[in-house]
């Protein structure tokens, strides 16, 4: 029996004889909101797939480890079976978002050096901002672990914002999740504009366009798609 999970963005199953590998696939559907918002995107998943994909091989390339194997046809990729991790990591480089409601401050400062923060993955509890005293007494993390995935996502973070300042765009902020596989901890989920905060000047090319009901957010994401993949072809981004 093949396990399957299915997610609101994504379908994960287990890769027949592929040991300890999954195939995860993108839908087209979107959700914002704790999933009180829905709609679906004709060709979302693929895109945010090939993102996906692109941001993985290029952090394979400067020598980052991920669950990231191959790719899988047009909108999956195989990637190693991980126990995820209920923790959102959360790198601010500009403030916006949450971080502004909740402390009453203006969105688009520069933040220096960028900030980390994590979050419990529970949409019934509205993913609350964690201390890592809640989390150690929710047994997610030791400290020892809270390190290494702060020490990474900040990694992350000097690669992304280098890929995306040559493609023209500020990478903003970002949501990383990590799994454990055999011991080890290993940067997982998927790295793409529904995930990121991306801007170009004034204007949002990620998922802030669906979540303020300002239509289809697609246009962004293959905006962003084409502008990484002339970069990553060494080719000049108009
Ligand atoms: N984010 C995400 N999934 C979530 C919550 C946040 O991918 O469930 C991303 C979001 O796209 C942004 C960053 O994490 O790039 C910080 O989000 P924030 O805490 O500001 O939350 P929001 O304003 O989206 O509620």
């Not at 609350?128 to 929710?138: C, F, G, K, M």
């Not at 998927?190 to 090319?205: K, M, N, V, Y």
């Amino acid at each position: 029996v093949v396990q399957r999970y299915e997610g609101k963005a994504k379908v994960v199953e287990d890769v027949v004889d592929g040991e300890g590998l999954v195939r995860i696939a993108f839908k087209d559907d979107a959700t914002a909101g704790d999933g009180a918002k829905k709609d679906r995107f004709l060709g979302k998943g693929a895109c945010c797939a090939e993102v996906s994909c692109l941001i993985f091989e290029y952090l394979r390339q400067r020598g980052l480890t991920t669950h990231f194997v191959r790719r899988a046809g047009d909108r999956a990729f195989v990637a190693r079976r991980v126990k995820i991790i209920p923790l959102e990591v959360v790198v601010r480089n500009v403030t916006a978002g949450s971080l502004c409601r909740r402390l009453g401050i203006e969105q688009g400062r520069q933040i220096d050096p960028p900030i980390v923060e994590f979050y419990l993955k529970d949409d019934e509890l509205h993913d609350p901002l964690l201390t890592e005293d809640y989390i150690r007494l929710l047994g997610l993390a030791s400290r020892e672990e809270l390190d290494v995935l702060r020490r990474e996502a900040l990694r992350v973070n000097d690669e992304l914002r280098e890929l995306f300042r040559r493609a023209r765009l500020l990478l903003v902020d970002f949501k990383l999740e990590f799994g454990r596989a055999a011991g080890e901890l290993l940067l997982a989920d998927e790295i793409s504009p529904e995930t990121c905060r991306l801007w170009d000047g004034q204007r949002s090319l990620d998922k802030d366009v669906f979540r303020r009901g300002e239509g289809s957010p697609l246009g962004g994401y293959r905006e962003v798609l084409a502008r990484i993949r002339s970069v990553l072809a060494g080719e000049p981004v108009s």
